[in-house]
Structures are given as C-alpha cells and as structure tokens.
C-alpha cells in the first residue's frame, strides 16, 4: 500500500467519523483550520517552559498524551485536505522538491539558516 492510499484511507475513517455524528457542517475550512491550528498549541504546550535538558524525558513519559495530541492535528490536516482537494501526497512531494532546490544539501548541511541566508 502506497502512502497516498494509506493518507485516503485513513481520510475515510475521518469523514466517516465526522458524518456519523453529523459533524460536516460544522466543519467549514475557516474552522477546521481553526482546529488545526488549536490543536498543534496543545502539542506545543507539552514542551512550554521546560528546559532542552527536561524535554527528552518527559517526551518519553507523556508519549501517550503527545500521541493523541499528534493524532489530532493529523486529523484535522487531513480532513482540511480532503475539503479542499488537495492530495496530501502530492502536495508533500512537490513542496518536498521545492525544499531541495531552496535548501541544496551543500549549502544547508549543517546550518539553521534560512533559505535566504545560505
């Protein structure tokens, strides 16, 4: 199974989900990027004042609780997708390439620097 079917049929469950509940209506690309956006916060808010030292640990002790935080930016990335029909697939790869022509590995190896600053 390739990763574009694997991202439609994990989609499907999503909507699934979604439509079960009746939830589609709710779910309007202005809020469900909303969402998404909430939702990588909450990622965001493991890590908040702890110090690089501290980070590694407790990602390791609260994996479960970063997991479902993880998933649930993932769920709303890929329903947004669906919505608005981009193949997330095809939009990683072609971003992908862009990045390698921003980002040559002899020029970005080993630097932070942004693209513009190579």
Request: glycine share 2%; hydrophobic share 40%; net charge negative.
């Amino acid at each position: 199974m390739s990763a574009s079917d694997d991202i439609k049929q994990i989609t499907e469950k999503i909507k699934k989900f979604r439509d079960e509940r009746d939830w589609a209506q709710f779910h309007n690309h202005k809020d469900v990027a909303l969402s998404l956006v909430l939702e990588a916060t909450e990622v965001l808010e493991h890590f908040q004042w702890k110090r690089p030292e501290e980070v590694d640990k407790y990602a390791v002790t609260h994996k479960a609780e970063i997991a479902d935080e993880l998933a649930d930016v993932a769920i709303y990335l890929l329903e947004l997708a669906d919505n608005l029909g981009v193949d997330l697939s095809q939009a990683i790869d072609t971003k992908m390439k862009k990045n390698a022509l921003k980002y040559p590995v002899e020029k970005a190896k080993g630097t932070h620097a942004k693209y513009n600053q190579l």
